[in-house]
């Protein structure tokens, strides 16, 4: 399974984004799909994760009510919609495939995140 992110970029704080991931190669609807972040001198961080039906969403209590995971199995993509960013968002994103509300089994190349004060 291969996991590509993308949509990172710089924004104003307040602003928006939508970060998407492309699953390719052995793909399978019924792995779960998660975000992580890691900022600058910080250990990686759960930030959401949505179900194999797309049933369940995870949120990490930091942006509860600002972002929204959702997925589109029909093209093997998850989407993380980013609102009202804050600079401690920044960070670089991963996206991660695997089993449960910490879906951690796969992972793909993160996608740069900078908010700006």
């Known amino acids: 399974v291969q996991l590509q992110a993308s949509g990172g970029g710089l924004v104003q704080a307040g602003g928006s984004l939508r970060l998407s991931c492309a699953t390719s190669?052995?793909?399978?609807?019924?792995?779960?799909r998660g975000w992580f972040r890691q900022a600058p001198g910080k250990e990686r961080e759960f930030v959401s994760s949505?179900?194999?039906?797309?049933?369940?969403?995870y949120y990490a209590d930091s942006v509860k009510g600002r972002f929204t995971i959702s997925r589109d199995n029909a093209k093997n993509t998850v989407y993380l919609q980013m609102n009202d960013l804050k600079p401690e968002d920044a960070a670089v994103y991963y996206c991660?495939?695997?089993?449960?509300?910490?879906?951690?089994?796969?992972w793909g190349k993160g996608t740069q995140v900078t908010v700006s004060s």
């Open positions: 190669g052995r793909t399978s609807i019924t792995y779960a």
């Open positions: 991660a495939a695997g089993w449960g509300d910490r879906p951690m089994k796969y």
């Open positions: 949505i179900s194999g039906s797309g049933g369940s969403t």
